[in-house]
């Protein structure tokens, strides 16, 4: 049992992640990385208002959730050329915003915390 079967519910969510992507040694231009899917238990709850504080401005007004599983997630990393996973949830597209690790060294708890952004197909933040 693991401790997010302690929350109220948790879903089993395909999350797609995309490989680094590189400069092709052949023609010299960028090509995005593979993309691949992954299945993921999260626990998936609102964001309150204090929560929603202390996020950026720049999503602190998009529609936003949090998130509990027990797998690291990728956010965007434009130094690293990683781009953030994604992933559906009642038929809206998320894309990992902010990730903590939340594990606990003493009593072996493992798990994170992350806050998803609602995207639309350009991956633009839906306000």
Known sequence: MSVLDEFITHYAVEVTRVAEGSISNVTGLWVDGVSSTLNVDMCIQPVNQRERLLLPETVR??????????????????????????????????????TANWNDGEYDIKYYKSFAVMIDKDGSYVK
Request: hydrophobic share 40%; net charge neutral.
């Open 61 to 98: 007004t998009s529609e936003i959730i949090k998130v509990y599983h027990a797998v690291p997630l990728n956010i965007t990393d434009d130094r690293a050329n990683i781009k953030a996973d994604t992933f559906a949830y009642n038929g809206n597209k998320y894309a990992i915003f902010s």
